[in-house]
């Protein structure tokens, strides 16, 4: 455990409504699994506030109130979609088209691939989600929150870190009028409007999600103290987490609990941006008409499964998506990216690293570790992988991107050296070998803990094979064991080889 333990509340809500599934929802489930791996071996308390899931509708009726009364929501007439063929009006995903913005497909709320926000007046080619139809569009009478009227809270937003890349987002979307963007629409389903004269109307989806996170994070800070926040921003949820819960954020007429719980969740430590970058160019490709997006569909196929003849290595995929900042997508180009990953760092990197390195110690010492100080460049490459790491996977630093990188460029220059290695094996320099060989040895086994929360599988596999204990609470070795001087200590006796882990995709 470690002597500066603290407490973390990790949140990881839906990228996108369930209603449209997108490849880059695991994008933010990963950093925050990454994340929570790391600082749970590292000795911290870590809570994952999953928010999916809207809370009981008196508890978000209680926060319309809330806001109510600090004087967040205006009547005001909105152009709004309402589809003839199912008499009914069209909400944020009950309606299909492609964002005005970037022109990539896309719901009535937020385009996952810009992070643009959209409405009837904006989104263009829209069709009905039930039905396929041509929506009408009409003027309707709205309770909204007038972001640009909340306009100065958003740069003088106080707790967050947010990533460059929000921050870009922020002054890009600032540059011009911001919405008023509706808290309540006209449905059959829904957690009534708590205000009179709004009977029949009911609360917009992204509120009952914002209550959730709310009471998420409220919950979690209450049950165990101070914590720091770290929110992940999924993809197509930058307008939430840059614009809409900052815009939230000052509310005067709570209680000090109310007002602490509200500001712990809206304004979080440390923001982790997870969002996709925007289309090179706008799509060209035609929605049918019609017909409604075959992605809501029960029988449309999962975009993040990938083919089932050439199942992935879960870890392998893992490291991947971390590597590249990628999302798992069903496409040729993300086939041959993963597979060049796979044969490079994993199947020609580090499976054949290392069974030389085992081997070498077979031949040479019995499979018995020599007692030589490890010496040699890959000494030096172990004390720079610990700190990369490290650095990378910590909360206020987080970027699994860069813990990636960090490993692969540590397991290229480790199979480069073997040519050297070998190459003092066959001299007289008998000293120089042990110690080189010995800083390969625990160079490996430095990966194997460094990469733990990246490739928990793999990692707990290898140092199981190398006689490192592994932690009892999160089943991967524990950071302390990278401080030691030796990972595998003078004397230890490994096996002659192990099986093959990675295995490269056709």
Same mark, same amino acid.
């Given at each position: 455990m470690?002597?500066?333990?603290?407490?973390?509340?990790?949140?990881?809500?839906?990228?996108?409504?369930?209603?449209?599934?997108?490849?880059?929802?695991?994008?933010?489930?990963?950093g925050?699994?990454?994340?929570?791996?790391?600082?749970?071996?590292?000795?911290?308390?870590?809570?994952h506030?999953?928010?999916?899931?809207?809370?009981?509708?008196?508890?978000?009726?209680?926060?319309?109130?809330?806001?109510?009364?600090?004087?967040?929501?205006q009547?005001?007439?909105?152009t709004?979609?309402?589809?003839?063929?199912?008499?009914?009006?069209l909400?944020?995903?009950?309606?299909?088209?492609?964002?005005?913005?970037?022109?990539?497909?896309?719901?009535?709320?937020?385009?996952?691939?810009?992070?643009?926000?959209?409405?009837?007046?904006?989104?263009? =080619?829209?069709?009905?989600?039930?039905?396929?139809?041509?929506?009408?569009?009409?003027?309707?009478?709205?309770?909204v929150?007038?972001?640009?009227?909340?306009?100065?809270?958003?740069?003088?937003?106080?707790?967050?870190?947010?990533p460059?890349?929000?921050?870009?987002?922020?002054?890009?979307?600032?540059?011009?009028?911001?919405?008023?963007?509706?808290?309540?629409?006209?449905?059959?389903?829904?957690?009534?409007?708590?205000?009179?004269?709004?009977?029949?109307?009911v609360?917009? #989806?992204?509120?009952?999600?914002?209550?959730?996170?709310?009471?998420?994070?409220?919950?979690?800070?209450?049950?165990?103290?101070?914590?720091q926040?770290?929110?992940?921003?999924?993809?197509?949820?930058?307008?939430?987490?840059?614009?809409?819960?900052?815009?939230?954020?000052?509310?005067?007429?709570?209680?000090?609990?109310?007002?602490?719980?509200?500001?712990?969740?809206l304004?979080?430590?440390?923001?982790?941006?997870?969002? =996709?970058?925007?289309?090179?160019?706008?799509?060209?490709?035609?929605?049918?008409?019609?017909?409604p997006?075959?992605?809501?569909?029960?029988?449309?196929?999962?975009?993040?499964?990938?083919?089932?003849?050439?199942?992935?290595?879960?870890?392998?995929?893992?490291?991947?998506?971390?590597?590249?900042?990628?999302?798992?997508?069903?496409?040729?180009?993300?086939?041959?990216?993963?597979?060049?990953?796979?044969?490079?760092?994993?199947?020609?990197?580090?499976?054949?690293?290392?069974?030389?390195?085992l081997?070498?110690?077979?031949? #040479?010492?019995?499979?018995?570790?020599?007692?030589?100080?490890?010496h040699?460049?890959?000494?030096?490459?172990?004390r720079?992988?610990?700190?990369?790491?490290?650095?990378?996977?910590?909360?206020?630093?987080?970027?699994?991107?860069?813990?990636?990188?960090?490993?692969?460029?540590?397991?290229?220059?480790?199979?480069?050296?073997?040519?050297?290695?070998?190459?003092?094996?066959?001299?007289?320099?008998?000293a120089?070998?042990? =110690?080189?060989?010995?800083?390969?040895?625990?160079?490996?086994?430095?990966?194997?803990?460094?990469?733990?929360?990246?490739?928990?599988?793999?990692?707990?596999?290898?140092?199981?094979?190398?006689?490192?204990?592994?932690?009892?609470?999160?089943?991967?070795?524990?950071?302390?064991?990278?401080e030691?001087?030796?990972?595998?200590?003078?004397?230890?006796?490994?096996?002659?080889?192990?099986?093959?882990?990675?295995?490269?995709?056709?």
């Amino acid at each position: 455990m470690s002597t500066h333990a603290m407490s973390y509340v990790i949140t990881s809500g839906p990228a996108v409504s369930a209603a449209e599934p997108h490849p880059g929802q695991s994008s933010a489930l990963l950093g925050a699994d990454v994340l929570e791996r790391h600082l749970r071996r590292s000795g911290h308390r870590v809570r994952h506030a999953e928010h999916g899931t809207v809370p009981r509708p008196e508890r978000v009726q209680r926060l319309f109130h809330l806001l109510a009364e600090s004087g967040a929501w205006q009547e005001r007439e909105v152009t709004v979609f309402r589809c003839g063929p199912c008499s009914r009006f069209l909400q944020e995903t009950e309606v299909r088209g492609r964002c005005w913005s970037c022109a990539a497909r896309c719901d009535g709320m937020s385009c996952p691939a810009c992070g643009r926000p959209q409405d009837a007046n904006g989104l263009t =080619a829209p069709r009905c989600a039930a039905c396929g139809a041509v929506p009408t569009r009409i003027r309707r009478r709205r309770l909204v929150l007038p972001l640009e009227e909340r306009r100065a809270h958003l740069a003088t937003h106080p707790g967050q870190r947010r990533p460059p890349a929000l921050r870009r987002y922020l002054s890009e979307v600032a540059t011009g009028t911001l919405p008023a963007v509706p808290v309540s629409c006209e449905g059959a389903q829904g957690i009534p409007v708590p205000a009179a004269g709004w009977e029949g109307q009911v609360l917009a #989806d992204w509120f009952g999600e914002l209550a959730g996170y709310v009471e998420a994070v409220g919950e979690l800070g209450a049950s165990g103290g101070p914590a720091q926040v770290v929110d992940f921003a999924g993809t197509g949820r930058a307008f939430l987490h840059a614009v809409l819960r900052p815009a939230l954020a000052p509310v005067n007429t709570l209680t000090l609990s109310e007002h602490q719980l509200f500001q712990g969740a809206l304004s979080p430590h440390v923001i982790v941006d997870e969002t =996709a970058p925007p289309p090179a160019s706008p799509s060209t490709e035609t929605i049918p008409a019609n017909t409604p997006e075959p992605a809501g569909s029960p029988n449309a196929p999962d975009p993040t499964t990938p083919d089932p003849t050439t199942p992935p290595d879960t870890d392998a995929l893992r490291f991947h998506l971390c590597l590249t900042g990628s999302v798992p997508e069903r496409s040729a180009a993300f086939e041959r990216e993963y597979a060049e990953t796979v044969s490079t760092v994993l199947a020609q990197g580090l499976d054949a690293w290392t069974d030389t390195v085992l081997d070498l110690l077979a031949e #040479d010492f019995g499979s018995v570790v020599p007692e030589a100080a490890p010496h040699g460049p890959p000494a030096a490459e172990r004390r720079e992988l610990v700190r990369r790491t490290r650095k990378a996977l910590a909360a206020e630093t987080f970027s699994p991107q860069e813990a990636a990188e960090a490993l692969a460029t540590t397991v290229d220059r480790a199979v480069a050296d073997l040519r050297q290695l070998r190459l003092l094996g066959g001299t007289e320099l008998r000293a120089a070998y042990e =110690a080189r060989l010995v800083a390969h040895a625990e160079l490996l086994a430095a990966c194997a803990v460094a990469a733990a929360p990246l490739m928990p599988d793999w990692s707990a596999f290898l140092a199981g094979h190398l006689g490192i204990p592994l932690d009892e609470e999160s089943g991967i070795p524990p950071w302390s064991a990278a401080e030691t001087d030796r990972l595998v200590p003078p004397g230890t006796k490994l096996p002659e080889s192990v099986p093959v882990y990675f295995h490269e995709r056709p």
